[in-house]
């Protein structure tokens, strides 16, 4: 449960943002609080699904569900509201018991610098530390990570037990079961009994899910080292990995009609659009024509909402907002003023100051770097919106400069919901829709 949730900023609306960062920073303080400082390396986008889960079943009580943290480094040094309670103490010891068999696993397979005795012997003392650990804290929830362990010993004996060209579902079983329980016990820490089957359903499918993509992934590198992967051991091609995928993914969406929820928005943009685009990057695109469609002449090609499409090797795609500017007409004089708007063909944007406006302030050299060196050390050069240690000017942070994030072109087809659905018809802002779509 590691990886397959990346949601991106471009495709999470301001609320939605930050409801995914308070659920983040809730975990990897509950991992901190209950189980030390350590334990914050546990923190990954997966586990918090389960947090996610409980607050999206619970009845809304006045905000009860956040708390005020202090600042942190990869924050900016800024506060936050962050998850609190119940759900985040139960992702939390989820989380540090997944995150203690991937250590054992990779004490076990000898990888890289675990291979080293002293490594592998301090790796197993941290994994017996938090078995206790997060067993301790499940049990204040009520939950059992029994379930979790359980499930990783079974899945040793099976891969070493598997006949050539055995079942490849039969691989992923151990995996099924421990999310099912973990998805399911949310729906007892919500006081919601009759979300457990359908929550169960869901949860099976998503570990299966994460199971194939991560042997779909890591296939061409176990080849190359010799270690075992499931798909080579049972002789399953990739055709037949990404349609078991793409029916988990299907699977999930039909679970999650059941489920009764305070607000699905969040949970559906998780566990409906972010599950595909994980199918999609292991496995590429297949079938996405929502949103790209010919005319009725078959020469013009238009978006659904009836936006011009271009080609770009040979695939359609929507014109591009940030195309060149027109040119400037010399007949037309510039308008003038200060507060006549900028022509189109004045550069405009981060490092351009408009036309009559006067110069940022700037730093001297010693205030510039003085500036420089304590916002990188509180990573707000990294990770937030800044203002320029020299000129003053807001920008972003490098991260989403560089579009670290992987996001891709998050506008295009991104309808999840089925041929010709219009659940999603806002494509950059689809996180914040309704969705009541039967997804």
Not at 204 to 229: I, K, T, V, Y
Not at 331 to 356: K, L
Request: net charge negative; hydrophobic share 35%.
């Amino acid at each position: 449960m590691f990886g397959i949730i990346r949601p991106c900023r471009h495709r999470l609306s301001e609320r939605l943002q930050a409801s995914w960062m308070a659920h983040l920073c809730g975990l990897c303080l509950a991992l901190r609080d209950d189980h030390g400082q350590l334990a914050r390396t546990a923190t990954n986008y997966d586990g918090l699904i389960i947090s996610v889960l409980v607050e999206a079943q619970a009845a809304a009580e006045n905000g009860t569900g956040r708390r005020t943290a202090g600042p942190c480094p990869l924050r900016g040094m800024r506060t936050a509201s962050v998850a609190r309670g119940e759900g985040a103490r139960l992702a939390a010891a989820v989380s540090l018991a997944l995150a203690s068999v991937k250590i054992r696993d990779h004490v076990e397979d000898r990888d890289g610098v675990f291979a080293r005795r002293s490594v592998a012997a301090g790796a197993r003392a941290v994994t017996r530390r938090w078995d206790r650990k997060s067993a301790g804290s499940a049990s204040v929830v009520g939950f059992d990570t029994a379930v979790l362990l359980d499930a990783a010993s079974r899945q040793s004996e099976l891969e070493r037990a598997l006949p050539a060209g055995g079942s490849l579902l039969l691989v992923t079983e151990p995996t099924e079961t421990a999310t099912a329980a973990a998805f399911a016990h949310t729906a007892a820490l919500a006081g919601r009994p009759g979300n457990a089957a359908p929550l169960a359903e869901a949860g099976r499918l998503f570990g299966r899910l994460a199971h194939l993509l991560d042997a779909a992934e890591d296939q061409a590198a176990d080849a190359a080292s010799g270690a075992w992967n499931p798909l080579t051991a049972t002789g399953t091609d990739r055709a037949e990995a990404e349609r078991l995928c793409r029916d988990a993914v299907h699977g999930i969406r039909l679970a999650l009609r059941d489920v009764e929820l305070t607000d699905r928005t969040l949970v559906h943009v998780l566990l409906a659009h972010e599950t595909e685009r994980a199918v999609e990057r292991v496995f590429g695109r297949a079938g996405h024509t929502a949103c790209r469609v010919k005319a009725a002449d078959g020469t013009a090609l238009t978006a659904v909402d009836g936006t011009p499409l271009t080609t770009v090797d040979g695939t359609p795609r929507a014109a591009n907002p940030y195309q060149a500017p027109p040119r400037h007409d010399p007949d037309q004089p510039p308008p003038q003023g200060p507060g006549a708007p900028v022509p189109p063909w004045v550069p405009q944007g981060p490092g351009f100051t408009p036309p009559g406006a006067p110069p940022p302030n700037r730093r001297n050299l010693l205030a510039g770097c003085a500036a420089w060196a304590l916002m990188g050390c509180t990573c707000q050069l990294l990770c937030c919106e800044h203002d320029h240690p020299f000129t003053g000017e807001r920008r972003e942070g490098f991260c989403a400069r560089n579009d670290c994030c992987d996001c891709g072109n998050c506008c295009d087809a991104c309808q999840c919901c089925g041929e010709g659905s219009d659940c999603c018809s806002g494509c950059c802002d689809c996180g914040d829709c309704s969705c009541g779509c039967d997804c």
